[in-house]
């Protein structure tokens, strides 16, 4: 592994919401999943995404930027810079006209945050640190158990606002992940990483993505993984099937397949050689060749485990809380309608924008008058579930099916 030092420009990016900020100090990953998105033409970053790890040296002092310009400061500091610094109250304040906090999601992207360069450089300890010094909520998702190294800190994060460290697992059975995910921890050390975390009280989850079409979808896989799951008391669990773009993803992954799995070499090809933009399966394939929604197969895992299948979301304590809940609701519905029941896209498709314009809406719809939120441009099909959450607070939609209990965070 090759370790080259840069001083970068951009560090945070933000997402369709702008209430997470997604933050990526590497370039490149000496995990070298043979699946992975990173090496695809669409995130090109360079050729050699798996040996030469490229560091953003000046990651701890771009996100130190990116919060004070946004009008945040460190008021957990214990040496402060600046005057204002000294006046922590003031960010606080949950009537304050100050910019709502969002949730720094450490990683997630195309790098892994605790790949091994991390053992010696740090930069994601030193972004935590800051998260903790600014009072910031944070997510972190890996595939490597030097995670445990930072669990002080981030129980220190979560003990002021929330901190969340999942896992990624595709495949139970060791010589198969060593295929696909040479140099990442075992799965069994990621199942231990994830109980540890939840011993220790933290949300953690796990991962299940991608789920490798006909050896990651098998039944087997499901069950054992599922089994793990339970074991290590993970807090949800997320499945996803794989997408395939051109590139260098696609080309290692054949050839994986090709010398391991020669006879689903032609399966491969016809599920992706439509070459989607996006890299999803041939939909004509995926129901001729019997293809496993990896989706519904989650649900009704989640389902026979009684583990969530969503990643209950934390909200800070704010004036936009019951905007972003009244989202999460709404983005939820939309989710279960057309990925599980498989009903209209255009119902979803409507709950989904409606679900981005709360997201995105800034007055507090809890204090807006009738006739304001009248004039919402919402789509009739969010209405019932919108009045119901105004007046009760709660989704009948979601309580009749079961997924209520576990939309949100809650701290003890
Ligand atoms: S851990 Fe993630 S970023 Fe790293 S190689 Fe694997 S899929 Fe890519």
């Known amino acids: 592994m090759q370790i080259e030092k840069i001083v970068a420009k951009t560090l945070v990016h933000d997402t369709v919401h702008k209430t997470q900020y997604h933050l990526n100090p590497y370039q490149g990953c000496y995990h070298d999943c043979k699946y992975c998105n990173g090496k695809s033409k669409r995130f090109y970053l360079h050729d050699e995404f798996s040996t030469k790890i490229r560091v953003k040296v000046n990651a701890p002092q771009l ?14 500091r214990e040496h402060t810079d600046t005057l204002i610094d000294f006046v922590p109250n003031l960010k606080e304040s949950t009537n304050s006209n100050l910019p709502s906090k969002f949730t720094l999601f450490i990683g997630g992207g195309i790098c892994d945050v605790y790949q091994p360069a991390e053992e010696v450089l ?6 935590l640190q800051i998260a903790y010094d600014f009072k910031f909520p944070i997510r972190t998702l890996t595939k490597n158990s030097l995670v445990l190294r930072d669990i002080e800190l981030f129980k220190k994060i979560h003990r002021q606002s929330f901190a969340r460290v999942s ?24 199942f231990l990483a994830l109980k540890t975390l939840r011993d220790d009280d933290l949300p953690a989850g796990i991962y299940m993505t991608p789920l490798l079409p006909f050896i990651g979808d098998s039944k087997k896989n499901l069950e054992e993984l599922f089994k793990k799951c339970k074991d290590s008391n993970a807090e949800f669990v997320i499945t996803g099937g794989l997408t395939l773009r ?38 004509f394939y995926t129901h001729k060749l019997n293809l496993v929604d990896p989706i519904k197969m989650g649900y ?20 936009l809380q019951l905007n972003r809940r009244i989202s999460t609701v709404l983005s939820r519905i939309a989710f279960i309608k057309s990925r599980i029941f498989q009903h209209s ?48 607070n709660e989704c009948e939609y979601l309580l009749k099916h079961n997924e209520w209990e576990n939309l949100f965070y809650v701290h003890n």
């Open 167 to 190: 896992l990624t697992a595709t495949l139970a059975d060791e010589e198969e992940q060593k295929i696909f995910e040479p140099r990442a921890s075992t799965t069994e050390d990621r």
């Open 345 to 392: 896209s255009l119902e979803a498709k409507r709950l989904q924008l409606d679900s981005i314009l709360f997201e995105t809406l800034t007055k507090d719809i809890g204090r807006m008058d009738k006739q304001k939120i009248h004039s919402l441009p919402v789509h009739k099909e969010s209405i019932p579930h919108i009045s119901n959450m105004l007046t009760n």
């Open 246 to 283: 051109q590139g260098k993803q696609k080309e290692e992954l054949f050839s994986v397949i090709r010398d391991h799995y020669p006879e689903l070499l032609e399966k491969y090809a016809k599920l992706y050689l439509n070459n989607h933009p996006s890299g999803i399966p041939d939909t």
């Open 122 to 127: 740090s930069v994601t300890r030193k972004l």
């Open 300 to 319: 009704e895992m989640c389902k026979k485990f009684q583990i969530p299948f969503f990643e209950p979301r934390y909200i800070p304590v704010d004036k």
């Open 63 to 76: 996100l130190e930027q990116f919060l004070r310009k946004k009008g945040f400061y460190p008021t957990n």
